[in-house]
Structure formats: C-alpha cells, structure tokens
C-alpha cells in the first residue's frame, strides 16, 4: 500500500500533507506533518501539480485559496471541523452590523466564505501575535471562544467573542488535569489554546500542536501532559526518543481527524476524486485574509 502511494504521488505530480492528528500510518507517509499554519505555508510554496491534503476540510479549502491553480484533494470530503460548522457567513454578517466598525480576526478553523469577510486569519500559532499587530485597539474573534479569550489574556486589546469551541478541547476539566498531575508529578503541562481558560491558568506552556513538539525537544525536561487531541502522540514521541507523553485526557479524540485510511489516499489519487476548490469569488477575499497573516509570521 504504502509503495502504490508513493508510485501514485510521483506519477500525479502530488505531495500528501498530514496534520499531526491524523492516523499514525497517514502521518508517515506525508512529505510534511505539521499544524495548521505550517501546512498552509507548505501548500503555499511547493510546485508539486497535486496537494493531497489529509487533515480536515478547513484545511484543504485553505490550500485551494492559496494555490488556485493546483488540485487540491481530500481523500474523504466529509472530514470537517465541528467548532468551523459553528459559523456561517449569514451569521458573521449579521454580528457586523451589530457592531461598530472594527477588524474580523478569523481563526483558519472556519469555512471559505467566513475567511472572506475577514480582515486577517490567524492559528493557534500566531494568534498573540496576529492581535497585537492590528492598528485597532477592538476587535471581533471568530469562531472559537476560548483561543480569544487566550488572545485577550496575552494582550490588552478589547477582544469580542463568538460562541464556537472545539468540543474534543472544551471538554478538558480541571479535575483530569489534577488526576494527570498527581500522576505524574514531574510531568509538565502543555495545553492548546482551544481549552477551556481555567485549564490554560493550570498550564505550564499554551501552544500550538507543533509548538508543543518543538517545546518538548527543546526543553530538558521528560516527562510532559498533553492537553491536546491524542493525535499528537505519535508525532511528539516520535520527534522525541526517549521522552514520555501522558495525554491529558483519552477523551480528546476527534473523529473527523481519523476518518482517512491508506485506501482513501489510494483512491483520491487513483481517480483524483475528493477535489476541494473554493469558487474565485470566495477565493478572492480570503486569500486576503489569508496572505494577511502569512504576512505577520
Ligand atoms: P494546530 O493548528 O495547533 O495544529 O491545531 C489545529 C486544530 O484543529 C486544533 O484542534
Ligand atoms: Fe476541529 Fe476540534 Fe477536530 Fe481540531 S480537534 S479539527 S478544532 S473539531
């Protein structure tokens, strides 16, 4: 299987993207494994014809605005994102109207046309830095509360909610971070800036899925709590030999993130099937929002 895929990337022209929750097998077949804003920079350099792009819809629809020109495919099309479902362009519209004018910072975990009325994207990765470059003191953050409510942490601007959350991270309680951290007490703990704030008071480092990767190699410690989806386990311990990882919690499991098979991949490509393409009047806009932050990084 994993000799065919490699026949067929080479054959298309296609490099195999993976986000660092996807199945272990789909993570060691990817020309990069990576989080959402190292993806996104990936898809945006490479001239390989093809970008089969094993991670979630969200993501395949922000490499199809940053490489038009490219096919783009998604080895199981229905692989979404359940905090970007908790948007629709309909719904931003109308919470702009409601308020005064300021910038619409919009988290790439949410669908085409929700980047398209936005004034710049940002990621778990570069969300600080991303508020703290806007010339305007207010703003709106969309759609997940909890990576705003971290954004208002780090920062003094006035940030404005939308009611979106992860459910695999919002579901992370105080009490199984305890229970971790009796059971390992020398663990240190990092959490992604989509839990809950009284779980980023307890933590030790906030990051993205591949900041808690570097952090770990950098660091001289051994032992770490993962409070993030249990993906992330096998990347992290395969980058760092010889280290332990506990998961914060076995509850952190998204569906949608496990979804693609070898035999997806296969298929996808042998009939270039799953392709994601955002219409150019959708692109247009969004890749605005898009470049805006690439820009900031
Ligand atoms: P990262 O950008 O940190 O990889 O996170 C993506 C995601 O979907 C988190 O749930
Ligand atoms: Fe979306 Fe949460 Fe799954 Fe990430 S873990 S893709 S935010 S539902």
Redesign the pocket.
Same mark, same amino acid.
């Given at each position: 299987m994993k000799e065919k895929i490699k026949d067929l990337l080479k054959e298309k022209n296609a490099i195999l993207l993976a /986000?660092?929750?996807e199945p272990p097998e789909i993570q060691d077949m990817a020309d990069l494994c @990576?989080?959402?804003?190292e993806l996104s920079i990936r898809a945006s350099r490479t001239d390989a014809a093809v970008i089969v792009f094993c991670g979630?819809h969200f993501m395949a629809e922000t490499a199809s605005i940053l490489c038009p020109d490219k096919t783009v495919l998604l080895p199981r099309r229905e692989a979404g *994102?359940e905090?970007a479902d908790m948007i629709t362009a309909e719904a931003l519209r109308e919470k702009i109207d409601q308020l005064p004018p300021m910038p619409v910072v919009t988290y790439?975990?949410s669908p085409a046309d929700v980047k398209a009325l936005s004034t710049v994207c940002c $990621?778990?990765?570069n969300v600080v830095k991303v508020a703290q470059s806007l010339d305007a003191d207010e703003m709106l953050m969309i759609p997940d509360r909890n990576l705003a409510r971290y954004a208002a942490s780090q920062t003094d601007k006035k940030i404005h909610l939308w009611d979106g959350y *992860?459910p695999? /991270?919002d579901r992370l309680t105080p009490q199984e971070v305890l229970a971790a951290r009796k059971a390992h007490p020398e663990a240190v703990f990092m959490a /992604?800036p989509?839990c809950r704030p009284e779980i980023l008071e307890m933590a030790d480092i906030v990051t993205? $899925?591949? @900041?808690m990767i570097r952090h770990a190699a950098e660091s001289t410690d051994e032992e770490f709590i993962v409070g $993030?989806?249990v993906g992330i386990l096998h990347p992290i311990g395969k980058a760092n030999p010889g280290k332990r990882f506990y998961p914060a919690s076995e509850k952190m499991l *998204?569906p949608d993130m496990k979804r693609i098979s070898l035999d997806d991949v296969v298929r996808s490509l042998e009939e270039m099937s799953g392709e994601v393409k955002v219409p150019e009047t959708i692109r247009v806009p969004a890749l605005a929002a898009v470049e805006r932050m690439i820009a900031i990084v």
């Open positions: /986000h660092n929750y @990576g989080d959402s804003l979630v *994102c905090m790439v975990n $990621t778990s990765a *992860c695999f /991270h /992604h989509e993205s $899925t591949s @900041g $993030t989806e *998204c």
